[in-house]
């Protein structure tokens, strides 16, 4: 498709429908509705309600396709945990299943977006920090997003937290909690700096958002389901959409003098 084609305007395409919709009822009698054809039918006449193509050049344009706004960007995705290491835990709910769960959720609207999206892992499998840090470094995404699931003693605690380490990646941070936060209606705890593996040393902007608390009730019960893993999917990419619509966000490994 060409760019040309792909940014055929929206509004011819409505006029050429609504041409389309006009030619439909213009061929049917004057009498005739939509709704009393069957009745025609039945009494033996068979008027003629097929629209005929209309073979102007307008008309044969295809449908626009979807606006792609992350076209160019890769995102390199991170799910918690994965294989032997199950992350935190409560009964049989696992974080490394909700974060996988999450991130694959995320990959398919990125690229839905027009994104290049990398994956440390998309199945359930055992990845080592420095593997997943190296293959950040190695392949210098646009921006590096790790997806966990948080725990703590007190079941009373719940809300959104997210780290950063250099301070290149804070505003990456910053805009995840805050995005995350009001697309889930849930407190924004903080966006802090902390020497984290997965974000010390990586080259790209980078950032660790923990999703919620497996250890509060209400928020477990929602973190265990398929519709809120997409929410949190939903909140990611938005955040990504603003973070990249912002020419001034900061991209990919430093330019090395
Ligand atoms: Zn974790």
Redesign the pocket.
């Known amino acids: 498709m060409s760019r040309k084609t792909r940014g055929f305007p929206l509004s011819l395409f409505k006029i050429s429908a609504r041409a389309a919709f006009g030619l439909a009822l213009t061929l049917l009698p004057s009498s005739a509705s939509l709704s009393s054809a069957p009745c025609q039918a039945a009494a033996g006449r068979q008027p003629d309600l097929k629209p005929r193509l209309d073979p102007s050049p307008a008309a044969q344009q295809v449908a626009p396709q979807a606006p792609r706004p992350l076209a160019n960007r890769v995102v390199l995705l991170d799910a918690?945990?994965g294989g032997t290491d199950p992350?935190?835990m409560w009964g049989n709910y696992k974080?490394?299943n909700i974060?996988l769960a999450v991130v694959l959720s995320l990959k398919a609207k990125l690229i839905a977006l027009g994104a290049r999206v990398e994956t440390t892992r998309d199945t359930d499998t055992t990845v080592a920090l420095q593997d997943r840090l190296d293959k950040s470094n190695q392949t210098c995404p646009d921006v590096f997003v790790s997806v966990?699931?948080?725990?703590v003693k007190s079941s009373a605690i719940n809300g959104i937290e997210t780290y950063w380490y250099d301070q290149r990646d804070q505003a990456l941070a910053d805009l995840s909690l805050s995005t995350v936060a009001t697309n889930l209606k849930e407190t924004p705890k903080w966006s802090h700096q902390r020497t984290l593996k997965v974000l010390h040393d990586n080259n790209v902007p980078a950032t660790?958002v923990?999703v919620g608390y497996l250890t509060n009730a209400r928020t477990r019960k929602l973190l265990v389901t398929k519709s809120y893993q997409d929410r949190i999917a939903s909140a990611l990419a938005d955040t990504l959409l603003a973070y990249f619509k912002n020419p001034n966000s900061e991209r990919g490994c430093p330019l090395v003098a």
């Not at 966990?148 to 725990?151: D, F, G, L, S």
């Open positions: 918690g945990h992350g935190t974080e490394k974060t966990h699931v948080n725990a660790l923990e």
